[in-house]
């Protein structure tokens, strides 16, 4: 019924920046809150940002001041704006997106992964 679509990873070197795209798509009649979300190797996921759709924003603190996330309600799309990126960033990065289709679907991309090496 609705599918959510991460890009933009890829490798990128230590201090470089790299930004995050995720579209929703399908049957939509709306989108509520939204966020960015990743899981390195042997640790779980753990949540980077959320937006609702009104645009207030909540960040986890180790990416607070580097990463930036954002939405174009028009696109039902959401954005990761990521600088100053470290090697610890490294991990698959997902999307998540609570969309109203005929329900209310807690929506999961398959995932993009981010390197950041030398």
């Known amino acids: 019924q609705v599918q959510v679509v991460e890009s933009g990873g890829g490798l990128v070197q230590p201090g470089g920046s790299l930004r995050l795209s995720c579209a929703a798509s399908?049957?939509?009649?709306?989108?509520?809150?939204m966020g960015w979300y990743r899981q390195a190797p042997g640790k779980q996921r753990e949540m980077l940002a959320t937006?609702?759709?009104?645009?207030?924003?909540n960040y986890a603190d180790s990416v607070k001041g580097r990463f930036t996330i954002s939405r174009d309600n028009a696109k039902n799309s959401v954005y990761l704006q990521m600088n100053s990126l470290k090697p610890e960033d490294t991990a698959v990065y997902y999307c998540?997106?609570?969309?109203?289709?005929?329900?209310?679907?807690?929506?999961w991309g398959q995932g993009t992964q981010v390197t950041v090496s030398s």
């Open positions: 937006i609702s759709r009104g645009s207030s924003t």
């Open positions: 399908g049957r939509i009649f709306s989108i509520g809150a």
């Open positions: 998540n997106a609570q969309v109203l289709s005929l329900q209310w679907y807690d929506t």
